[in-house]
Nanobody, 123 residues
Framework: QVQLVESGGDLVQPGGSLRLSCVVSGNIFISNAMGWHRQAPGKERELVAGITSGGSTRYADSVKGRFTISRDKAKNTVYLEMNSLKPEDTAVYYC?????????????????WGQGTQVTVSS
């Protein structure tokens, strides 16, 4: 069992930047994948970005070129650097951890989730 704790959500103006962090603790496997998903009001949760233990990344088309996912294995932490934020990026952002070897971050939901951190983009 693992625990995930997200941080970094905030209110930011359009065009601004934020960095989200997610620390994973507990029974962590060497082979795993971590990702960020988001859920806006009235919408289904969607993948934002994911990264495998081998460093392969996947991004939603809507965030490509603006968001960057990275991880620090020594700290069991995954980050999401968000630039050029838009009002449509407003959502609760959830961290995800799943065990296993993946050549690419999978699209299907599975694994463990954090409690979420609110990102609001508004003037």
């Amino acid at each position: 069992q693992v625990q995930l704790v997200e941080s970094g959500g905030d209110l930011v103006q359009p065009g601004g930047s934020l960095r989200l962090s997610c620390v994973v603790s507990g029974n962590i496997f060497i082979s795993n994948a971590m990702g960020w998903h988001r859920q806006a009001p009235g919408k289904e949760r969607e993948l934002v970005a994911g990264i495998t233990s081998g460093g392969s990344t996947r991004y939603a088309d809507s965030v490509k070129g603006r968001f960057t996912i990275s991880r620090d294995k020594a700290k069991n932490t995954v980050y999401l650097e968000m630039n050029s934020l838009k009002p449509e990026d407003t959502a609760v952002y959830y961290c995800n951890y799943r065990t296993g070897y993946y050549s690419e971050y999978p699209l299907r939901d599975s694994g463990s989730w954090g409690q979420g951190t609110q990102v609001t983009v508004s003037s």
